[in-house]
């Protein structure tokens, strides 16, 4: 399964789950209260097996039986900040509705805010004409903090991201991640001010930071974790969040050292997260896998890093249906392998 595909899922559900003008719905309260200190949340991506609305209201039911948690990773919707006070933008009602069905099955939202593209970490996703890629540009760094800051007061979120796999950008603009990194210590500092119980985070691609992709790794050695892309948050991260794709790196889970995740609890006495990961049940393209393979992945992040972590993100709980996908896949570009 593409990560281009899982990235059409997301915008699919947030589409789907819209069904009515763009007026603020009320937010419900949560049927169950989130999970006591300590003690392990677990979830998924919300990707509905079809491209309709039943399959998303269904989806979400079978979550809930399985999971405490949802993650809404949600790009910026540039242009809609700031607002004007009359009508919601369109974005955010998808956001809240999606929060709503969440919600609805008991399960409680964790976000993300995505300013970049799923599909290459090293470009911004929708930034509009005229506006410079950088997070040195004003617009994008008043937008980033405006949207942020709306999820904050309108959902007050426990666990709230303000990035994904930020190494891999850093990776692709070094000159321009200390930009990143101001923007993210001045939002930091105005959730805390408003909302100080709120935990924040970036996420971090693992096996990029352990330079196991020869692509990128610009000759750094294998296993060399690049620390120093995720401590220039310090200490304005409240807990260190990973992303974790063991296939691309590994030809089985059973290659999976048994201390690949490890050095985490060496590095730090904050709590750990895993907020998206997965192993693919068959080859997919030079990746190979299978149902025992992700059998094995579970159980190397379990017995490594399990007693640490606050939530554990999966990315799939079923397979996509391709054929539903296929239309919405021919006008979007992506391909179905």
Not at 236 to 264: G, H, K, T
């Amino acid at each position: 399964m593409s990560k281009g595909l899982l990235a059409l899922a997301v915008f699919v559900t947030a589409g789907l789950a819209c069904g009515g003008p763009a007026t603020p719905p009320v937010i419900p309260t949560p049927h169950v209260t989130p999970l006591p200190e300590g003690q392990t949340a677990y979830g998924f991506f919300p990707s509905p097996p079809r491209v309709t609305m039943q399959s998303v209201l269904d989806h979400y039911q079978d979550m809930a039986r399985h999971a405490d948690v949802a993650l809404l990773q949600q790009n910026i919707p540039w242009e809609a900040f700031p607002l004007d006070g009359a009508t919601e933008p369109q974005p955010l009602t998808d956001i809240r509705n999606q929060v709503i069905l969440a919600r609805q099955n008991g399960l409680e939202p964790i976000f993300v805010v995505d300013p970049l593209n799923g599909l290459n970490r090293s470009e911004f996703m929708g930034l509009p004409g005229g506006w410079e890629a950088s997070f040195s540009e004003p617009r994008v760094r008043e937008a980033y903090r405006a949207f942020t800051l709306w999820v904050l007061e309108t959902f007050e979120p426990r666990y709230l991201g303000l990035a994904s796999e930020i190494n891999t950008y850093a990776d692709a603009h070094p000159q321009d991640f200390p930009h990143f990194l101001s923007l993210y210590n001045e939002t930091y500092a105005a959730i805390k001010q408003s909302q100080p119980q709120a935990r924040v985070f970036v996420t971090f691609q693992w096996e990029d930071l352990n330079n196991l992709i020869p692509a990128v790794s610009e000759g750094r050695r294998p296993y060399q974790v690049n620390w120093d892309q995720v401590e220039a948050f310090e200490p304005q991260l409240d807990l260190w969040v990973i992303s974790s794709y063991p296939f691309i790196a590994f030809r089985s889970a059973a290659e999976i050292p048994p201390d690949y995740y490890s050095p985490l609890l060496a590095r730090t006495r904050k709590p750990l997260a895993v907020a998206e990961g997965g192993y693919t049940s068959a080859p997919v393209g030079p990746a190979a896998g299978s149902p025992e393979d992700q059998s094995g992945y579970l159980q190397a992040i379990h017995a490594q890093i399990g007693s640490r972590l606050a939530f554990w993100i999966y990315l799939l709980l079923t397979d996509l249906d391709l054929d539903s996908y296929a239309g919405v896949m021919e006008s979007n570009g992506v391909p179905d392998r």
